[in-house]
């Protein structure tokens, strides 16, 4: 069973910036697309940002784009969300998710990822 873990949430001011990292067991993390996902008390887990097996693809929500990147490291297990001018609406649980299976292609929707991290809280304040 493949494990994530997140790391590197916190509180931040608006116009901060947090760099979360989620470190993945097994020997498969290349042949995955991986992404981020959040979510805010009362609502509904959303797409953040996802990327390609080589890290060459990106796909982002509309709103972090030009704000937030997603990078990924396939020779430490690990995918990275880079997030820069934080806005109090970016406070949620940040969860790190792996497709749910092999594939090139990109995906965004929840169902179609099958592994999931614990969370990391990030809390932006204005």
């Known amino acids: 069973q493949v494990q994530l873990v997140e790391s590197g949430g916190g509180a931040v001011q608006a116009g901060g910036s947090l760099r979360l990292s989620c470190a993945s067991s097994?020997?498969?993390?290349?042949?995955?697309?991986m992404g981020w996902f959040r979510q805010a008390p009362g609502k509904e887990r959303e797409f953040v940002a996802g990327i390609s097996l080589s890290g060459r693809n990106t796909d982002y929500a509309d709103s972090v784009k030009g704000r937030f990147t997603i990078s990924r490291d396939n020779n430490k297990n690990s995918v990275y969300l880079q997030m820069n001018s934080l806005k109090p609406e970016d406070t949620a649980v940040y969860y790190c998710a792996r497709a749910r299976r092999p594939s090139t292609t990109l995906v965004r929707r929840a169902s179609d990822f099958g592994n999931w991290g614990q969370g990391t809280q990030v809390t932006v304040s204005s």
């Open positions: 097994g020997r498969t993390f290349s042949s995955y697309v």
